[in-house]
């Protein structure tokens, strides 16, 4: 990520908007203030985002749940009235 002041970005405007468009960020420090350019169609926070094997069990342990507490949640969703119509 370029890091520059105010007057060489203005020199360099114009590549380094480009650069932004592309998904670069830029840093500007105008004013003891830090100014970052980038693109909105640049990459995301999710692209960004590194995957976390977040689950400590099987994931299928999951899905086939216990069937008796299953029957439970069941009973508890049909007494108050399951899905309305």
Do not use: C, Y
């Not at 890091?3 to 998904?23: H, I, V």
């Not at 830029?26 to 976390?52: D, F, M, P, W």
């Amino acid at each position: 990520m370029p890091s520059l002041n105010s007057t060489n970005f203005r020199k360099q405007m114009f590549p380094l908007l480009d650069r932004a468009a592309a998904g670069e960020v830029i840093e500007i420090l105008h004013k003891g203030v830090v100014i970052h350019v980038t693109s909105q169609r640049g990459s995301t926070k999710l692209s960004r985002a590194k995957r976390q094997h977040a689950l400590l069990v099987d994931p299928d342990s999951i899905v086939h749940s216990d069937p008796e507490l299953l029957q439970g949640m069941e009973r508890e969703f049909n007494r108050f009235g399951g899905i309305p119509e």
